[in-house]
């Protein structure tokens, strides 16, 4: 069903040309360097320590892995982490 | 900046939170919409910052959940705020500073006049402190614009006004009117403005009505501005007086020397004193500071003496500083009796000298007239001087022709 609608959204989207992240409410990654990271439609956070932050997304979640990262700011929709990135991966 | 600016102005807490799944209150303030930033993993938890305002909603959130909350630092206005209360007193008086300050730079405490050359600021204050402006004054009581005006319509001699009001000084600036030298354009005699023997006459303008060698007193006319018809050659004399002749007015011109007197007084002491100078000398110096005088030199001391000061001024960031020297010339009183033929020189000396100030000639006088005035058993010899000189004592003087006609 939430197959099916995606599809259809994805169609949509596609024919009128629109941002798949309004429509499809898919996360916006921001990778500046590898200091800063800004995530846009995230659902919140699973775990958090200075090495490693899992951040909770529509469809499963992205881990990043790195050193001294700190969450400078958090807001419902969108958070900046800053620290040294070094793997970001998306996962189910 | 401007969110810092907020965050100081609602006040913000940094908040150290402790126990086991920590996310689970980062996810559950960032449910209830409150703002968390800078959150860092510390050895046994972390810390963030949070909002004042969001901070009670975060406690109950910690509590439900069972975990450590702790407030480590609280900064903005809403905490300052509680400092005040504590020092009222201080508060106060910063309140009442800024309320003298303001209190007391509403009034004008000086005036001043600039640009006036003629009409005196005298004047010009006196007026302006009929209407309204003068030092005590407070700034609203007064419009600068109908002072301004009212100047213009009072004081007839100036052109221009403007009151420039800066901080508690009041500025009138004055722009005076020039006026038109009065000159004669109608009819006019040359007449004498004092008594005298007419030495030169130069005609410019005008029938001469004296000659050299003329005796003159003070208002004789010297050359007419009445100029009689030239005769005709032509008309026999007998004829000529029938001729309705009209004599032609004119402005008179030249110039009419003329010798004059001048007398002038001058006295001498017949035994005088003179402090004169010995020659001696003795220097002094200190420093002058705006606390005490401090000597450096000391001066001998002298009964009488003539000083000389000389000040060098330095400001410094204590105030201001100055070096004085004063250097001392002994004097000494001297003596001097004087025979009549001695006094009645020097009397004659200082009787020249007056009238040469009076006079405001620095040419010497060649010709003078001594006269004694005191008796010879006077303490002191008085003499009258007079001088005679030759000047130009002609003055133009209009007249009205219809005046001159009717004669």
Not at chain 1, 50 to 73: A, F, P
Not at chain 2, 206 to 215: H, R, T
Not at chain 2, 239 to 261: D, H, P, T, Y
Request: charged share 25%; net charge neutral; glycine share 6%.
């Amino acid at each position: 069903m939430s197959k099916r609608r995606e599809a259809i959204s994805r169609a949509v989207a596609d024919l009128l040309e629109i941002p798949k992240d309004l429509a499809l409410d898919l996360p916006r990654v921001t990778l500046v360097g590898k200091g800063e990271l800004y995530i846009e439609n995230h659902r919140g956070i699973i775990e958090y320590s200075s090495e490693r932050l899992r951040i909770n997304l529509n469809r499963g979640y992205i881990e990043i892995e790195g050193r001294d990262l700190e969450i400078s700011v958090l807001m419902p929709d969108e958070l900046v982490i800053v620290g040294e990135v070094r793997s970001l991966r998306y996962l189910d | 900046m401007s969110k810092k600016i907020f965050e100081q102005l609602g006040g913000m807490v940094t908040v150290k939170l402790k126990g086991k799944n920590l996310e689970k209150v980062i996810n559950m303030a960032m449910a209830r919409g409150i703002f968390l930033w800078n959150i860092k993993k510390n050895d046994d938890g972390i810390s963030f910052r949070v909002r004042q305002s969001g901070f009670n909603a975060l406690q109950s959130i910690s509590a439900e959940g069972g975990f450590e909350l702790e407030a480590t630092r609280r900064q903005g206005l809403p905490f300052f705020k509680q400092v005040l209360k504590r020092r009222m007193g201080f508060l106060a008086g910063a309140l009442f500073f800024v309320a003298a300050l303001y209190f007391l730079s509403s009034f004008i405490w000086f005036i001043e006049v600039s640009g006036n050359r003629v009409v005196g600021e005298e004047r010009i204050l006196d007026n302006a402190r009929r209407l309204g402006v003068y030092s005590g004054v407070t700034k609203w009581s007064f419009s600068a614009r109908e002072v301004e005006d009212a100047l213009l319509r009072d004081i007839s001699e100036i052109s221009y006004v403007r009151i420039n009001i800066k901080g508690v000084k009041a500025r009138i600036e004055i722009v005076e009117k020039v006026l038109p030298t009065q000159e004669i354009t109608g009819p006019c005699h040359i007449v004498a403005v004092r008594d005298g023997v007419v030495d030169d006459i130069l005609v410019l303008n005008g029938q001469a009505a004296v000659k050299p060698g003329d005796v003159v007193v003070k208002g004789d006319i010297l050359i007419s501005g009445l100029l009689d018809p030239p005769s005709s050659p032509y008309v026999p004399e007998s004829e000529e007086e029938k001729i309705n002749k009209k004599a032609s007015l004119v402005r008179a011109r030249g110039s009419v020397m003329a010798q004059v007197w001048y007398e002038g007084y001058g006295e001498c002491a017949m035994m005088s004193e003179e402090l004169v100078l010995t020659g001696e000398k003795s220097h002094m110096a200190y420093i002058e500071t705006p606390w005490r005088k401090l000597v450096i030199k000391k001066a001998t001391e002298f009964a009488m003496s003539q000083n000389s000061t000389a000040v060098k001024t330095f400001n410094t960031p204590w105030g201001e500083c100055s070096l004085v020297l004063v250097t001392a010339m002994e004097q000494s009183v001297q003596r001097e009796e004087h025979s009549e033929n001695e006094a009645v020189n020097i009397a004659r000396e200082r009787a020249l000298k007056n009238l040469a100030e009076l006079l405001n000639t620095t040419q010497p006088f060649n010709d003078c007239r001594v006269e004694v005035l005191s008796s010879p058993s006077d303490p002191i010899l008085r003499v009258k001087v007079a001088v005679e000189i030759i000047e130009d004592i002609g003055q133009p003087q209009p007249f009205a022709p219809q005046q001159m006609a009717k004669k």
